[in-house]
């Protein structure tokens, strides 16, 4: 008996510290269903449920309040099963998508995600925008909105006031050119395929893009989703890039910089999904369960996030959201023009 009890003994730690996670866990469902459940209402459907989510977690958060009982499971969503959702999104992409776009247009979107980046981590200087803020507006506008935003905020480790003002950023301005973008193209007479490309490598969200790309036919709209696909594709080296510029920033350059685990999953998944390793009802599932993920990940954000204090932060990093989003719409717009068209 004795001896049953020394192996037994080391378990109930492990399974009391999971039991703590319930309540947190059942809190986020609260917020993430409800993203899940109003994406389905027609006026609210080009929204994706992960900004759905954010929004009604903050309400949540305002109204109720942060439980004690649930604080641990809120940050194991926010902390642990995110990084799990942003390595999913490697399954959603292969080397055959970024070939698609050819060599040229993944030129433009590479050019203008990295000139944006700088563009908006200067101005954010001159505004007064704190780094690390500055830091995920520019990762939600270059590369792909609200899951840009909490995969750079893994490494910047910025509040989550930060996060959720950057996230307010991508979704408002990346509403706005989802909207006005389809009646551009017309007015400037760009091909379906220019169009598709301008949507592709400018609008923040995935869902954004599809939403405008395919107000413009068929071909926009597929050629507009693989061209924002190649852009999540370059996810991985902008986080790399963060967590060497954290580190700068922090005076501990001579360390060696950990590789951030779950970008080698994504690079892995990336690199499977291309040599058609990836069973297919695994690549049937895994969008859905990459979205619900993210949710959850988002209303755990709304979960944590002060209103107030997100308020407090002012004007400035509205104004840099709204002249980086411009940014890289005319640079690309620009670029397709005069290069690529």
């Known amino acids: 008996m004795a001896h049953t009890a ?16 319930v309540p947190g866990l059942g809190y986020c469902l609260i917020p993430a269903m409800a993203g899940l459940a109003l994406h389905r209402v027609p006026a609210l459907g080009l929204f994706s449920p992960m900004i759905l989510a954010v929004v009604v977690g903050m309400a949540l958060r305002s109204a109720v309040g942060l439980p004690r009982a649930t604080q641990a499971g809120v940050t194991f969503v926010l902390k642990r099963l995110l990084r799990i959702a942003v390595a999913l999104l490697g399954l959603q992409l292969t080397a055959a998508q970024v070939a698609a776009v050819g060599p040229t247009g993944v030129a433009i979107i590479a050019f203008s995600l990295v000139a944006t980046f700088v563009f908006t981590k200067t101005v954010g200087r001159w505004l007064g925008v704190p780094a690390p803020l500055a830091e995920l507006i520019a990762a939600g506008t270059s590369i792909c909105g609200a899951s840009a935003v909490v995969a750079a905020n893994t490494v910047t480790q910025a509040d989550d006031e930060d996060a959720a003002y950057a996230v307010a950023c991508v979704t408002v301005f990346g509403s706005i050119a989802m909207l006005s973008y389809p009646a551009l193209g017309a007015a400037l007479h760009l091909a379906p395929r220019a169009i598709g490309l301008w ?8 869902a954004q893009v599809v939403a405008a790309a395919f107000q413009s036919g068929q071909q926009a709209g597929e050629f507009g989703t693989v061209a924002k696909l190649t852009r999540v594709a370059m996810l991985a080296p902008l986080v790399l890039s963060l967590s060497a510029l954290r580190r700068r920033r922090e005076g501990t350059g001579g360390k060696p910089m950990p590789m ?14 291309s040599l058609h390793a990836v069973p297919a009802v695994v690549k049937d599932w895994a969008p859905g369960v990459t979205t619900s993920l993210l949710t959850l990940a988002l209303a755990a954000m709304g979960l944590h996030t002060h209103v107030g204090r997100m308020a407090a932060k002012g004007f400035a990093p509205l104004a840099l959201g709204a002249l980086a989003s411009l940014f890289i719409a005319g640079l690309s717009l620009v670029l397709i023009v005069t290069v690529w068209a």
């Open 6 to 21: 020394d192996i037994a003994a080391p378990r109930w730690p492990a399974l009391a510290s999971a039991t703590r996670l």
């Open 199 to 206: 949507a592709g490598a400018s609008i923040h969200e995935i």
């Open 260 to 273: 951030p685990w779950f970008i080698l999953g994504f690079v892995a998944l990336v690199a499977l999904n």
